[in-house]
């Protein structure tokens, strides 16, 4: 986070990428469908990080599904900076 995400929490983030605990940290709370797509960002980001089963992975996270994914993350991204 930059300085100015700091200074509007009084503090340092915590190292985490729990997007859903840092979304809570900041008191933002988002409409329905961004919400679910953040917990279903985040939960990517688990089985992304740390794959198991590689075919599987690759099944569900498509090229299509990935392109999707950014472009959604990039739309919460500008959501989350208009909030502050």
């Known amino acids: ?3 100015k ?3 509007w929490l009084k503090e340092t983030p915590p190292r985490t990428h ?3 605990y840092l979304l809570n940290k900041i008191g933002v709370e ?3 469908a961004i ?3 953040v917990i279903k960002l985040n939960e990517a980001n ?3 990080r740390y794959p198991e089963n590689i075919d599987k992975l690759q099944k569900d996270y498509t090229q299509v599904v990935v392109e999707d994914m950014l472009i959604r993350s990039k ?3 500008g ?3 208009k909030q502050y």
Do not use: C, Y
Request: aromatic residues 8%; negative net charge; charged residues 30%.
């Open 1 to 3: 986070m930059d300085k």
């Open 5 to 7: 995400s700091q200074e």
């Open 18 to 20: 729990n997007l859903v």
């Open 30 to 32: 988002p409409a329905e």
């Open 35 to 37: 919400g679910r797509f």
């Open 46 to 48: 688990v089985v992304t």
């Open 75 to 77: 739309e919460i991204l």
């Open 79 to 81: 959501w989350i900076k």
